[in-house]
């Protein structure tokens, strides 16, 4: 028979014992690893509670933003009220709202002077903002008043002969002790060239009951180029009425 000897099983043993025992007088008699494990589920729990915690929250406040941003009263110091309006825009003079009723603009200037720490109102930046935009609407009504001068222009440059017969259609849009001044819309009958723009009218047969605001459809021959309005005014194409 085989025989094993067990002393140095029993060594062996006996140091594993001794380990464990250091580990646990260690730990506080095993107290500190459970309370170590439990801190970790509990962490893990908090931190699944902390996250879902927020992604309730954090709607709810974008939400409460929102109706606020929406809800703003402002009141002028000579007592006008703007209630549960939106602010649009900020700008240096002022602030754009949105309203029931469409955009308005209330200035800073019009404003209680805490709101105007609340937006940090400059007076130096809003005047020369103000300055800024009156120079670009000015240069914007120039440019637009020679576009439409040109456009005048070149209506009046458009190519007819003396001695021909033209339809006009439009509108009165002046009337002298002699003639009508015609707003063509450019229609005419197949065969005969379209007018269009300003031109002057003469010898219609219905001149005595024309009024602005009437429409005429008539031939007309064309005559000599005239004035309407004064010296100062540029030539429209000038037409006789046929009888």
Same mark, same amino acid.
């Given at each position: 028979m085989q025989t094993f000897n067990r002393f140095p099983l029993e060594r062996a043993g006996n140091r594993l014992q001794d380990a464990l025992c250091r580990i646990i007088r260690h730990l506080g008699s095993g107290n500190r690893l459970t309370r170590f494990c439990h801190c970790c589920v509990e962490t893990k729990r908090g931190t699944i509670r902390r996250v879902k915690y927020w992604q309730t929250i954090l709607p709810i406040l974008a939400a409460l933003s929102a109706s606020l941003a929406l809800a703003d009263d402002f009141k002028t110091t000579d007592g006008k009220e703007y209630?549960?309006?939106k602010?649009?825009?900020?700008?240096?003079?002022?602030l754009v709202l949105i309203?029931?009723?469409?955009i308005s603009k209330v200035y800073f200037a019009e404003l209680p002077k805490g709101v105007q720490e609340r937006f940090h109102y400059d007076p130096d930046k809003a005047a020369a903002y103000s300055a800024q935009q009156a120079a670009d !609407?000015?240069?914007l009504q120039q440019q637009q008043q020679k576009l439409a001068e040109q456009q005048n222009k070149d209506r009046s440059q458009q190519p007819v002969t003396q001695g021909e017969r033209y339809w006009i259609s439009g509108k009165i849009v002046g009337k002298s002790n002699d003639a009508l001044l015609i707003e063509c819309s450019g229609e005419a009958p197949a065969g005969y060239d379209p007018i269009t723009g300003r031109v002057v009218l003469r010898n219609h047969p219905h001149f005595?009951? !024309?009024a602005e605001g009437d429409h005429v459809e008539v031939f007309a021959i064309a005559i000599a180029a005239a004035q309407w309005g004064g010296t100062n005014h540029p030539?429209?194409?000038t037409f006789r009425a046929v009888q």
């Open positions: 209630k549960n309006v602010v649009s825009r900020v700008e240096p003079d002022g309203t029931k009723s469409g !609407l000015e240069m005595g009951v !024309l030539y429209l194409h």
